[in-house]
């Protein structure tokens, strides 16, 4: 298990009034702001001048506020030995090209054949601890049947580093997706805010009063009755692109969880790839692009359509 680590933040004038959880996951890339919460729960992890306080409190000018973040605990899942599709690595962080069909991250039924199972063996002692559990640093996900690109930190440094970009909006990422269809414009944004689905709870939704999420797009190719775009994400709720393009009626090939028919080729999942990546280099601050070419099943795709 890790070492604590501590952190002491002074609140300045423009700060003032700004609630506890809010200011703390501003301040601290590593802590979302659930983890804050949790934090601030147990006693004596966050203090405001030397005491306990609550979420909601709202800062005044010349608060000192006291922070230990306790050191990770050790990931209790098996290591397995299965290959991985390595795009990039240095010696804080590699990017990993994920098949469709492998899960992200272990749930509490599907404990083995992750991509967390296959990251424990690889990096073995290098893994970053964020959030109270020491797992390989995934930084963001993809759904079991989205193939592409992952970033991984080796640890608590690059995490926060990457962190810090996703959150900020400077790194990057760029999808390919057969949509059903055919869009009109040659490009657009979708700005609609999604939560968890008000009747089907393992689904999402565009709700009114939701979180934020954008998605940018753009057509590279239009057939008879389908779309092959390019999309950018702004914000990375979970299933956006396909929660997005589902709810203007251009649901991605493949998905039926949103909508989508299985087209004329025996799919491995929905026909969605995060294909690209941009980021600074947690160390040199050099900007990394790292492209892959379309996966087999949106190529068998394209071919078909393009025959036709």
Known sequence: MEKNRQIKL?????????????FIASLVPELSRSRVQQLIKQEESILVNGTISKNSYRLKEGDEVFIEIPGAKPLELPAEN???????????????????GMLTHPTSIEREHTLVNALLYYCKDNLSGINGVMRPGIL???????????????????????TGQIRMRTAKRCYLAVLQGVLGKDSGTIDLPIDRHPAQRHKMAVVEGGKPAV???????????????????????????????SYINHPVTGD??????INKINLKGQALQAYKLSFANPETAE???VEIPPDEDIKKLLNIFRAT
Do not use: C
Not at 232 to 241: D, F, V, Y
């Open 10 to 22: 002074e609140v300045n004038l423009e700060e003032t009034g700004t609630r506890l959880d809010a």
């Open 82 to 100: 299965i290959p991985l599709d390595i795009r990039y690595e240095d010696r804080n962080m590699l990017v990993v090209n994920k098949p469709a």
């Open 140 to 162: 963001h996900r993809l759904d079991r049947e989205t193939s592409g690109l992952l970033m991984i930190a080796k640890n608590d440094f690059a995490h926060r580093s990457l």
């Open 215 to 245: 998605t940018n797009w753009k057509i590279l190719e239009r057939f008879e009755k389908n779309t092959f775009i390019e999309a950018s994400l702004e914000t990375g709720r979970t299933h956006q692109i396909r929660v997005h393009f």
């Open 256 to 261: 039926t969880l949103y909508g989508g028919k």
């Open 287 to 289: 900007i990394i692009t």
